[in-house]
């Protein structure tokens, strides 16, 4: 059996630093809410469809699941997002994996899947009102120099 240890540590980044750091944040807050507004787009784009009479396979598939958001980022991030080679790809993955994990708190409360109060549908996040933070999975983080 294979344990996991977690770790937290309190950070001290110069301001060079820092900018990378909110840098980062502010790619996974937009990888965010991109995955928001396709998903709600997909959404809106279905319920037009069932309106006129299309059903199963002929309905537009909502990216719901981290893959499928993934997948739709990949396909379309050199358009939407220029400069998103300016960080990680894992700051971008954060964003789509706290979407993806919303998006399924919210199917699994209301079938009831989850106990507790019903939980809502994702929300956008807005710089300065959303907690500012990203995860990397993979390979490591640091500043780029010792400046």
Same mark, same amino acid.
């Given at each position: 059996?294979? &344990? @996991?240890? !977690?770790? /937290?540590? %309190?950070?001290?980044?110069?301001?060079?630093?820092? =900018?990378?750091?909110?840098?980062?944040?502010?790619?996974?807050?937009?990888?965010?809410?991109?995955?928001?507004?396709?998903?709600?787009?997909?959404?809106?784009?279905?319920?037009?469809?069932?309106?006129?009479?299309?059903?199963?396979?002929?309905?537009?598939?909502?990216?719901? &699941? @981290?893959? !499928?958001? /993934?997948? %739709?980022?990949?396909?379309?991030?050199?358009?939407? =997002?220029?400069?998103?080679?300016?960080?990680?790809?894992?700051?971008?993955?954060?964003?789509?994996?706290?979407?993806?994990?919303?998006?399924?708190?919210?199917?699994?409360?209301?079938?009831?899947?989850?106990?507790?109060?019903?939980?809502?549908?994702?929300?956008?996040?807005?710089?300065?009102? !959303?907690?500012?933070?990203?995860?990397?999975?993979?390979?490591?983080?640091?500043?780029?120099?010792?400046?």
């Amino acid at each position: 059996m294979t &344990t @996991l240890q !977690a770790y /937290r540590f %309190a950070l001290d980044p110069n301001q060079a630093q820092l =900018a990378g750091i909110r840098r980062h944040a502010g790619a996974s807050r937009f990888a965010y809410n991109w995955g928001l507004a396709r998903v709600k787009a997909a959404h809106a784009q279905r319920d037009a469809e069932q309106s006129y009479g299309l059903t199963g396979d002929l309905l537009t598939p909502v990216p719901w &699941t @981290l893959p !499928a958001l /993934r997948l %739709a980022w990949n396909a379309v991030k050199r358009d939407i =997002a220029p400069w998103w080679d300016e960080c990680s790809k894992e700051a971008y993955s954060a964003g789509l994996d706290q979407l993806a994990r919303g998006l399924k708190n919210f199917t699994d409360s209301r079938q009831g899947k989850r106990k507790g109060r019903r939980v809502g549908f994702p929300r956008f996040k807005k710089r300065g009102k !959303a907690r500012d933070s990203f995860r990397y999975t993979t390979g490591a983080y640091g500043p780029a120099d010792e400046t």
